[in-house]
T-cell receptor, first 109, second 118 residues
Framework: RKEVEQDPGPFNVPEGATVAFNCTYS??????FFWYRQDCRKEPKLLMS???SGNEDGRFTAQLNRASQYISLLIRDSKLSDSATYLC??????????FGKGTKLSVKP | GAVVSQHPSRVICKSGTSVKIECRSL??????MFWYRQFPKQSLMLMAT?????????EQGVEKDKFLINHASLTLSTLTVTSAHPEDSSFYIC??????????????FGQGTRLTVV
């Protein structure tokens, strides 16, 4: 089983749509979780950390379910500029990041 | 935020040659630098962990004699791809974790290097 698994996508949605990404992780001892976005041929950029209580940053909401080892990201009122690949990321025991394959989102006018 | 400067951003080299990629931490000291590689449509995979003043730790399947890592100072880590082959063509990126307050840390990435071996 892969350490971090994500919806393969791609997701093609119209502007204004709500879109949800899901992710599961295999190591139950993992403590820190993140969503990154990666634009084509660029470095990943931190979108938000994910906390047990769930957290929201504007149009973005992240949820963590430790019992199910499941992480989600919800994007409301999607914009053209949200088009990117969204990476589910878990912090490894050595301080490294363990990345999912990413889910590509295309927001169309 | 902290800045990690990586160069070159893009390099095309002939098969059999060596390529050096540099990552500098511009406004902080990085005792540890992580090197990742990303093949097309694949996830970023950790190649090695570079520690200042000591030998790098390589992930399983990564040849240490082919991917030479040097972390001679707290602000510079280098990855040299020796005797590059077309299958080494990939996106290479470095990352350092920076303490942002209390126990919280954040990963900062270099801009990445797209290597094409022809």
């Amino acid at each position: 089983r892969k350490e971090v698994e994500q919806d393969p996508g791609p997701f093609n949605v119209p502007e204004g749509a709500t879109v949800a990404f899901n992710c599961t992780y295999s190591n139950s001892a993992s403590q820190s979780f993140f969503w990154y976005r990666q634009d084509c041929r660029k470095e990943p950029k931190l979108l938000m950390s994910v906390y047990s209580s769930g957290n929201e940053d504007g149009r973005f909401t992240a949820q963590l379910n430790r019992a199910s080892q499941y992480i989600s990201l919800l994007i409301r009122d999607s914009k053209l500029s949200d088009s990117a690949t969204y990476l589910c990321v878990v912090l490894g025991s050595q301080g490294n990041l363990i990345f999912g394959k990413g889910t590509k989102l295309s927001v169309k006018p | 935020g902290a800045v990690v400067s990586q160069h070159p951003s893009r390099v095309i080299c002939k098969s059999g040659t060596s390529v050096k990629i540099e990552c500098r931490s511009l406004d902080f000291q990085a005792t540890t630098m992580f090197w990742y590689r990303q093949f097309p449509k694949q996830s970023l995979m950790l190649m090695a962990t570079s520690n200042e003043g000591s030998k790098a730790t390589y992930e399983q399947g990564v040849e240490k004699d082919k991917f030479l890592i040097n972390h001679a100072s707290l602000t510079l880590s280098t990855l040299t791809v020796t005797s590059a082959h077309p299958e080494d063509s990939s996106f290479y990126i470095c990352s350092a974790r920076v303490r942002t307050g209390g126990w919280a840390t954040e990963a900062f990435f270099g801009q990445g290097t797209r290597l094409t071996v022809v």
